[in-house]
């Protein structure tokens, strides 16, 4: 790993300075992706801005929105009472993440801003309607994600928070994980809210997370495991590698889609 | 060079790091508590896991810095001073839950770690489902389930007794 400055501020506002003074600067949250890319030396920031101090972590619910501090670990909601009330398949899909260890230290809004393509709560964000809050603005989850490790954040942007508009009528997660690394080869999320039906896919895009509208309109007429299974997935602009082809993928997702919408009953 | 402080096993310690020292790095090449292992470097095999405040952590993949003013539990910690095993210890000894003993100090961790956050007893399912981010390489696990088992009622027996 280069060597690095290591800078803890103590506010949002002193985050922000840091970043903007220096293109070269990075954000860390719970380093559980950040850190092995350093050691691979695949980045080389001058400085590194842990978040830690900056107080964002931690669930609020209220009638319109369950909202979850950027720097709160997987481990916190997967834990928490009211995530598991509101939302119980975002609580699950939290306790799948990595291992425990990881869940520990990862954040949610680590893995919002790392946008891995492989990443579970992207999932959960888009087929949840959810917005990104960021300290410039509040970012739609249908403009946060912009293909594979890419997304909507400016340079010295940094996540705060993320809101999920309540209340969630179903809501559940599905994946199919790569057998030694556990990551999802296909990864569904299914739900019903206030922004309507919604069905997100990960682990199968070359563009990262995606939305699969066919099955969004069978679930809205008919909720129900039948709605979905049926529909077969075009195979086209899926990942194909040593792990599963595109098509395998694809059928995945008809499978990991029924299974889902079974588990929100 | 940054400073860093920090209470490992009950003693306070301040250290000068980099900005890059990894807290695997300095527990043991600046404390010398080398039981903690490193084996893949690479977040999968959990031979790094210790605590930090209470929970099970892959210390090769925590800066030192991250764990400023932080309370760390490794290996050396948790025998008694007197040499008395901590019931983990004794139950890996017990049910000969090692074989080349280098994955040893983070399964016990990461075991203490689970036994504590279960107040139910736990099922061998889930046992083996906590153990992922743990890997034996001997693939000793059906000995070290039955350590985890058979740890749990004694943990939990000696909690209650001080509470």
């Known amino acids: 790993m280069y060597d690095f400055a290591y800078q803890k501020p103590g506010s949002l506002a002193d985050a922000v300075k840091l970043l903007a003074a220096d293109a070269e600067a990075k954000v860390l949250a719970g380093g559980q992706t950040f850190i092995p890319v350093l050691k691979q030396r695949l980045n080389k920031p001058s400085a590194v801005v842990d978040l830690a101090g900056l107080g964002l972590s931690g669930i609020t619910v209220t009638a319109n929105a369950l909202t979850i501090g950027a720097t709160t670990t997987h481990a916190a909601v997967a834990r928490s009472a009211e995530v598991k009330k509101a939302i119980p398949g975002l609580a699950l899909l939290a306790s799948w993440i990595g291992d425990n260890q990881v869940r520990h230290r990862g954040t949610i809004g680590g893995s919002l801003a790392n946008n891995d393509p492989s990443a579970c709560y992207p999932a959960a964000v888009l087929a949840l309607g959810a917005t990104i809050k960021t300290n410039k603005r509040a970012i739609k989850a249908d403009d946060f994600f912009q293909g594979m490790f890419t997304t909507a954040l400016e340079p010295d942007e940094i996540i705060t928070a993320v809101e999920f508009p309540l209340p969630v009528a179903k809501s559940a997660y599905e994946k199919f994980r790569q057998p030694a690394s556990r990551y999802a080869l296909v990864g569904v999320f299914v739900a019903k809210g206030p922004e309507g039906v919604r069905v997100a896919v990960t682990g199968a895009g070359q563009n990262g997370v995606f939305r699969v509208p066919e099955m969004e309109a069978a679930l809205a007429k008919n909720w129900s495991p039948d709605a979905v299974g049926g529909i077969k997935i075009s195979p086209e602009g899926l990942n194909s590698d040593i792990h599963g082809s595109a098509a395998y993928r694809a059928h995945l997702i008809s499978v990991m889609a029924r299974r889902a919408v079974a588990a929100a009953g | ?163």
């Open chain 2, 1 to 163: 060079m940054p400073q860093v402080s920090l209470k490992v096993n009950g003693k306070t310690h301040s250290v000068e790091v980099e900005g890059r020292t990894l807290l695997v790095e300095l527990l043991r090449e600046k404390l010398g508590l080398t039981g903690t292992h490193v084996g893949c470097d690479t977040s999968q095999c959990g031979a790094c896991v210790v605590l930090v405040n209470g929970d099970s952590v892959k210390s090769c993949t925590m800066l030192a810095l991250q764990a400023n003013g932080a309370e760390v539990t490794t290996i050396e910690g948790l025998a008694k001073p007197d040499g008395t095993l901590h019931p983990m210890q004794a139950m890996f000894r017990e049910h000969h839950a090692l074989q080349c003993g280098f994955c040893t100090p983070g399964m016990v961790m990461s075991a203490v770690d689970m036994v504590n956050k279960h107040p139910h007893p736990m099922s061998e399912t889930e046992i083996r489902a906590e153990l992922e981010g743990n890997l034996c390489r001997c693939t000793g696990y059906n000995n070290i389930v039955k350590a985890i088992a058979a740890a749990w009622p004694l943990m939990h027996g000696q909690a209650a007794k001080a509470a």
